[in-house]
């Protein structure tokens, strides 16, 4: 692997734990036990390699039409990973973010992300973003509205909206675009994932479901990522 050049930022469709449950005659919630522990070994693997940004998509804007004992499930397994991570985050210099349609989801998560959140905003050496209760569509219709609102107010005109400006409306603009997207399970599809932001990203599919993603599978995407020239467009 060449680590001068290695993606800055390294987004993560973590697809996979109930098909790996079901292969083992395990119910779906064993699947994202299991996945946490991917997570966990991920980060710390990032942070080994030098990666500034990594965003993990979590919770989508349609999972809330899975059964309601799994959504259930999910929230409670997402407020105990959060409320975990403080003094392991905080010792190895990571900040915890997340964004998403944030205040919709249970009272008691909301205040467990917001809570890190907070706690480790003055860390530096990797930005670990969770996409939580996220959607594509719904990122780009809720910066639409907070443009509307300007344009309505006459503090900016129609005419200066381009695309720099729609970036700065996003959920997180101050965090750079994905050079790398990894999708797990075998599903070659972004599943309205950062729908704007990944204009220009390389993309990396593996049929490696989620939970057997372990750190040598998250190095061979970066090292395949190490081998690409990117063109952006030109020659």
Known sequence: MNLSKLPVHVAIIMDGNGRWAKKRGLSRVHGHVEGVKRVEE???AAKEVGIKYLTLFAFSTENWRRPPEEVNFLMGLLKSYVESK???FLSNDIRFNAMGRLKRLPNEVYEAVKALME?????ESL???LALNYGGRAEMVDAFKKLA????????EPK???EELISK???CPWIPEPDLLIRTSGEMRISNFMLWQLSYTELYFTPTLWPDFTKEEFYKALEDYSRRERRFGGI
């Open 42 to 44: 991920i980060v710390r």
């Open 86 to 88: 403080r003094d392991e």
């Open 119 to 123: 706690d480790t905003r003055h860390c």
């Open 127 to 129: 930005v670990v973003t």
């Open 149 to 156: 609102k300007e344009v309505a107010s006459g503090r900016i």
């Open 160 to 162: 200066q909206v381009d």
């Open 169 to 171: 409306h996003l959920y």
